[in-house]
C-alpha cells in the first residue's frame, strides 16, 4: 500500500505560501503559510497534520488490541499534543503526547493500559517517526 500528499510552495519563508494536497482528494489545496504554521493565522501546518495522523492511527490501533483481548471499545477520544522547539538554527519536534479516553464494556484498568501501551508502540505512525528517511532530489530549470 502506498499513500501520497503534496506540497507546493512559493516564495520566501516568511512571506511565501503554499498548499497541501492528499492522494483521495480530501484534502486539496489547502492553504499554509509561516503565520499559520508559527502564528495564529487560521489554517493548517505540518505540525497540525502529524498530530492528526498520530490521533487517527493510535485510535485504530487501540481499537486493534482492545479487539485482540477480547474487547470492543464503544467510544475512543484521542487528542495528540505535538510540541516543536527551536534549536540552534531550526526547529525539531521533540514530543508528542497522547491524551486518550475511552468507553470500553468489560474493560478494567490493567487491560485497557496494556492495550493502550501496545497501541502506542506499534501504530505505524508512532513508528514512522522513528523511521530512515530517504530522499531523491532534482533541481529544476
Not at 110 to 127: H, I, R, T, W
Request: aromatic share 6%; proline share 4%.
Amino acid at each position: 500500500m502506498n499513500r501520497t500528499a503534496s506540497a507546493v510552495w512559493q516564495g520566501s519563508l516568511k512571506e511565501g505560501s503554499g498548499n497541501l494536497t492528499t492522494q483521495s482528494g480530501v484534502f486539496e489545496k489547502q492553504p499554509y503559510s509561516f503565520k499559520t504554521r508559527f502564528g495564529d493565522e487560521n489554517g493548517t501546518n505540518p505540525e497540525e497534520l502529524i498530530a492528526a495522523a498520530h490521533a487517527g492511527c493510535f485510535s485504530m490501533a487501540l481499537s486493534l488490541f482492545l479487539n485482540n483481548a477480547g474487547l470492543t471499545p464503544e467510544r475512543i477520544d484521542t487528542k495528540a499534543n505535538l510540541t516543536m522547539v527551536q534549536e540552534g538554527g531550526g526547529f525539531s519536534i521533540t514530543a508528542i503526547h497522547l491524551d486518550v479516553s475511552a468507553k470500553v464494556p468489560g474493560a478494567d484498568n490493567a487491560k485497557f493500559l496494556e492495550a493502550a501501551n501496545g497501541a502506542k508502540e506499534n501504530c505505524p505512525v508512532s513508528k514512522v517517526l522513528r523511521a530512515t528517511i530517504t530522499m531523491d532530489a532534482k533541481l529544476v530549470s
